[in-house]
T-cell receptor, first 114, second 113 residues
Framework: DAGVIQSPRHEVTEMGQEVTLRCKPI?????LFWYRQTMMRGLELLIY????????DSGMPEDRFSAKMPNASFSTLKIQPSEPRDSAVYFC????????????FGPGTRLTVL | GENVEQHPSTLSVQEGDSAVIKCTYS??????FPWYKQELGKRPQLIID?????GEKKDQRIAVTLNKTAKHFSLHITETQPEDSAVYFC????????????FGSGTQLTVLP
């Protein structure tokens, strides 16, 4: 298995533009998590899904952020419109419910909003 | 909800010395405590975990201890090497529940040659 796959790996955009981050979880995993990592706030959980259904989105900072999981092998995190304070590394992780909640992280997307 | 506190935020040790990182958690229902290592520019990766039915677990130079009464757990690295330099995160969770991992704020470990 290739592990969790994220794209793009790097994204540079201008303030006000729409940004879409993509994630493919490990096959067979039924939990998917989106995290944001910054120096100031560390690793923050934004939202997570179980069997493609959003379970907890309380970490989503505001309405500019949205996430979808249309099927078991694909999820997106969208920011519209983007702002400079959204600059961060965004990680996707997946896990299998029968395991001890071990989460496998993707390589991350480094987002820079100018 | 769960709250995990981690100390220290930075730690420098001489190569060959030991390093200890400590975490406390608030939810007594938590029963799974993983540690992740994140090298510069890389993803967090699980290095060791401990479940509430044991008090200590060891894997080569790495060990974790758990005190459920006091609600704290620690990571111990012995005979540190330069490649141990990284950010280490502790986390807490309840196995099998819909609750996610709650991460500590991280410890930047630097091993000086």
């Amino acid at each position: 298995d290739a592990g969790v796959i994220q794209s793009p790996r790097h994204e540079v955009t201008e303030m006000g533009q729409e940004v879409t981050l993509r994630c493919k979880p490990i096959s067979g995993h039924d939990y998917l998590f989106w995290y944001r990592q910054t120096m100031m706030r560390g690793l923050e959980l934004l939202i997570y899904f179980n069997n493609n259904v959003p379970i907890d989105d309380s970490g989503m900072p505001e309405d500019r952020f949205s996430a979808k999981m249309p099927n078991a092998s694909f999820s997106t995190l969208k920011i519209q419109p983007s702002e400079p304070r959204d600059s961060a590394v965004y990680f996707c992780a997946s896990s299998f419910r029968l395991a001890y909640n071990e989460q496998f992280f993707g390589p991350g997307t480094r987002l820079t909003v100018l | 909800g769960e709250n995990v506190e981690q100390h220290p935020s930075t730690l420098s040790v001489q190569e060959g010395d030991s390093a200890v990182i400590k975490c406390t958690y608030s939810d007594s229902a938590s029963n799974y405590f993983p540690w992740y290592k994140q090298e510069l520019g890389k993803r967090p990766q699980l290095i060791i975990d401990i479940r509430s039915n044991v008090g200590e677990k060891k894997d080569q130079r790495i060990a974790v201890t758990l005190n459920k009464t006091a609600k704290h757990f620690s990571l111990h690295i012995t005979e540190t090497q330069p490649e141990d330099s990284a950010v280490y995160f502790c986390a807490a969770s309840i196995r099998g529940s819909a609750r996610q991992l709650t991460f500590g704020s991280g410890t930047q470990l630097t091993v000086l040659p």
